[in-house]
């Protein structure tokens, strides 16, 4: 059997195949098939000499492993880019599936990454952590507009931990159930945030991230939680090939229109990952309000542009700077050694990761600066000071 080029229409509950030869002709009319029966499909219709396309989308990941190795190549295509290239006036399933199959056979698919099971797996918890504290929020809000729609001003950490408290306000019966409910509710999520958390640490002390996260943990502003998240986003940073690259992939590059005489730039292209530009950003502003070199250079851009879009700019440094780290695994030349300590030495108590692990938090902190080239006596966090252990040799 010649090559064929495969292309699949991925939906819900079905997918629709289609398959072209080398000169893009129609070898394989457009099919239905249920998702149920996908697999069985695969081993009855396709060989090892096809390639087979699927855009990038929920689920996708699930049917790219199904494929690996039935066939000689997957590609996992990126959608927006796929629709910029084969905008068509009408577009059906089938039609999809036939303009997927040509552009594969073209070899001009715009392709994405295709993220290991361990980069997958910490998105994942990443994103359902997230989602914990977007609901936790939600709730909070709406427990929130009950006391002020009756005028009640409850003391400090009661709305996320007292539930009972509820049931002893002088409130309408329906009103008190809510509340009660909505307390309960928040204290449920806290929970689950707690443990989510938790993995999340346990994770970050595991190959092959614990490999990169003290070189995070050294910069100012960026926490377990947004260095994981970062990692977690980035993959592998050898898919990088400079730091423009990566600024681009947390869509932090400025939009530019050059045509003719016009050259005009505008806002970042918001164009990529969107959890790694927020993570950049929030540590961006943790970095202006604890590091005075970042804080410095805040100030100088604050001075001709607006306070978010200097933020913004310090984020894409700061990603700079990760970028460095990361490829040439040193230690960034504006570091506060004694605060980098600070920093591991919280990411050993975090969830009682150090312990977990049997071993002391100094210790844990001794043992990661050690890992990072860093060479410390002690560390100095608020009033106390904590000696590191030498390391052996």
């Given at each position: 059997?010649?090559?064929?080029?495969?292309?699949?229409?991925?939906?819900?509950?079905?997918?629709?195949?289609?398959?072209?030869?080398?000169?893009?002709?129609?070898?394989?009319?457009?099919?239905?098939?249920?998702?149920?029966?996908?697999?069985?499909?695969?081993?009855?219709?396709?060989?090892?000499?096809?390639?087979?396309?699927?855009?990038?989308?929920?689920?996708?990941?699930?049917?790219?492993?199904?494929?690996?190795?039935?066939?000689?190549?997957?590609?996992?295509?990126?959608?927006?880019?796929?629709?910029?290239?084969?905008?068509?006036?009408?577009?059906?399933?089938?039609?999809?599936?036939?303009?997927?199959?040509?552009?594969?056979?073209?070899?001009?698919?715009?392709?994405?990454?295709?993220?290991?099971?361990?980069?997958?797996?910490?998105?994942?918890?990443?994103?359902?952590?997230?989602?914990?504290?977007?609901?936790?929020?939600?709730?909070?809000?709406?427990?929130?507009?009950?006391?002020?729609?009756?005028?009640?001003?409850?003391?400090?950490?009661?709305?996320?931990?007292?539930?009972?408290?509820?049931?002893?306000?002088?409130?309408?019966?329906?009103?008190?159930l809510?509340?009660?409910?909505?307390?309960d509710?928040?204290?449920?999520?806290?929970?689950?945030i707690?443990?989510?958390?938790?993995?999340i640490?346990q994770?970050?002390?595991?190959?092959?991230?614990?490999?990169?996260?003290?070189?995070?943990?050294?910069?100012?502003?960026?926490?377990?939680?947004?260095a994981?998240?970062?990692?977690?986003?980035?993959?592998?940073?050898?898919?990088?090939?400079?730091?423009?690259?990566?600024?681009?992939?947390?869509?932090?590059?400025?939009?530019?229109?050059?045509?003719g005489n016009?050259?005009?730039?505008?806002?970042?292209?918001?164009?990529?990952?969107?959890?790694?530009?927020?993570?950049?950003?929030?540590?961006?502003?943790?970095?202006?309000?604890?590091?005075?070199?970042?804080?410095?250079?805040?100030?100088?851009?604050?001075?001709?542009?607006d306070n978010?879009?200097?933020?913004?700019?310090?984020?894409?440094?700061?990603?700079?700077?990760?970028?460095?780290?990361?490829?040439?695994?040193?230690?960034?030349?504006?570091?506060?050694?004694?605060?980098?300590?600070?920093?591991?030495?919280?990411?050993?108590?975090?969830?009682?990761?150090?312990?977990?692990?049997?071993?002391?938090?100094?210790?844990?902190?001794?043992?990661?600066?050690?890992?990072?080239?860093?060479?410390?006596?002690?560390?100095?966090?608020?009033?106390?000071?904590?000696?590191?252990?030498?390391?052996?040799?």
């Open positions: 059997m010649s090559k064929r080029y495969v292309g699949l229409d991925v939906h819900k509950n079905y997918l629709v195949a289609a398959a072209v030869g080398t000169n893009q002709e129609l070898v394989m009319k457009p099919v239905k098939i249920a998702s149920i029966d996908f697999e069985t499909w695969i081993d009855k219709h396709l060989t090892a000499e096809d390639e087979v396309v699927i855009e990038a989308m929920s689920g996708a990941w699930v049917i790219h492993d199904l494929l690996i190795n039935r066939v000689a190549r997957v590609v996992v295509a990126h959608p927006y880019h796929v629709k910029l290239i084969a905008a068509s006036m009408i577009k059906t399933d089938k039609r999809d599936a036939i303009t997927l199959a040509k552009l594969l056979a073209a070899n001009i698919i715009p392709d994405v990454w295709v993220p290991p099971k361990h980069v997958r797996e910490l998105r994942s918890l990443i994103y359902h952590r997230n989602n914990l504290v977007h609901r936790r929020a939600a709730a909070k809000n709406r427990l929130h507009g009950i006391c002020l729609q009756f005028r009640i001003i409850v003391p400090e950490g009661v709305i996320t931990f007292k539930p009972e408290y509820w049931n002893n306000l002088n409130l309408p019966a329906v009103e008190k809510r509340a009660r409910h909505i307390s509710e928040i204290h449920l999520l806290t929970q689950e707690q443990e989510s958390e938790e993995l640490s994770m970050s002390a595991q190959s092959p991230w614990v490999e990169d996260v003290p070189f995070l943990l050294q910069l100012p502003g960026i926490g377990i939680l947004t994981m998240t970062i990692l977690s986003s980035i993959g592998d940073i050898g898919r990088f090939p400079s730091s423009k690259h990566l600024a681009s992939y947390a869509g932090l590059c400025s939009r530019i229109h050059f045509s016009t050259f005009k730039t505008g806002g970042i292209t918001k164009q990529g990952r969107g959890e790694l530009r927020y993570a950049m950003i929030e540590a961006a502003w943790n970095a202006i309000k604890y590091s005075p070199f970042w804080s410095r250079r805040y100030e100088q851009l604050a001075r001709r542009m978010q879009k200097a933020a913004t700019a310090i984020a894409r440094m700061l990603l700079v700077v990760i970028w460095n780290v990361l490829t040439k695994r040193e230690v960034d030349r504006a570091a506060d050694f004694n605060m980098v300590g600070k920093s591991i030495l919280i990411w050993g108590w975090k969830n009682r990761l150090a312990t977990s692990l049997g071993m002391k938090p100094a210790e844990f902190a001794g043992k990661q600066l050690t890992t990072l080239g860093v060479k410390l006596e002690k560390i100095r966090y608020c009033s106390r000071v904590y000696p590191l252990p030498v390391p052996d040799g």
